[in-house]
Nanobody, 124 residues
Framework: QVQLVESGGGLVQPGGSLRLSCAAPGFTLEDYGIGWFRQAPGKEREGVACISSTINSFYYLTSVKGRFTISRDNAKNKVYLQMNSLSPEDTAVYYC?????????????????WGKGTLVTVSS
C-alpha cells in the first residue's frame, strides 16, 4: 500500500508563500508521476501541478502558473510545491497524489493513491 504524507500547510497572509512537502515512506517517488491537487469548500478537487518521472514534464493549473513550482528532491524522496503570491482563492486542502505510473496528470479520476491532505488558508 502506498502512503503519501503531506506537510507544510498553514495560515498565511495574502501575498505570502508556503512550501508543501510530500513524503512516501517505503515508496520511491522518483519512479512515478506525482501531482498536487486541491479542494476548496463546496468545490470539486482540481489538479494544481504535477511532474512526470521519466522526462520531467510538468503540468500547472492556469491560475497558478508563474506562482507555483513543483519539484523533486530524489535524495530525500520528496516532492515539493512552492507556492508564492498566495491569494484567498488558493485556500483549500492540498493533496499529494499519484496514478502509480510515470505520467503527469491533472485529472483526479486517473489517480490511484492520495495523501490525507494539508490545509492551506490564505487570509489577513
Amino acid at each position: 500500500q502506498v502512503q503519501l504524507v503531506e506537510s507544510g500547510g498553514g495560515l498565511v497572509q495574502p501575498g505570502g508563500s508556503l512550501r508543501l512537502s510530500c513524503a512516501a515512506p517505503g515508496f520511491t517517488l522518483e519512479d512515478y508521476g506525482i501531482g498536487w491537487f486541491r479542494q476548496a469548500p463546496g468545490k470539486e478537487r482540481e489538479g494544481v501541478a504535477c511532474i512526470s518521472s521519466t522526462i520531467n514534464s510538468f503540468y500547472y493549473l492556469t491560475s497558478v502558473k508563474g506562482r507555483f513550482t513543483i519539484s523533486r528532491d530524489n535524495a530525500k524522496n520528496k516532492v515539493y510545491l512552492q507556492m508564492n503570491s498566495l491569494s484567498p482563492e488558493d485556500t483549500a486542502v492540498y493533496y499529494c497524489a499519484t496514478g502509480a505510473n510515470h505520467y503527469c496528470t491533472g485529472d483526479a479520476s486517473a489517480i490511484s493513491y492520495w495523501g490525507k491532505g494539508t490545509l492551506v488558508t490564505v487570509s489577513s
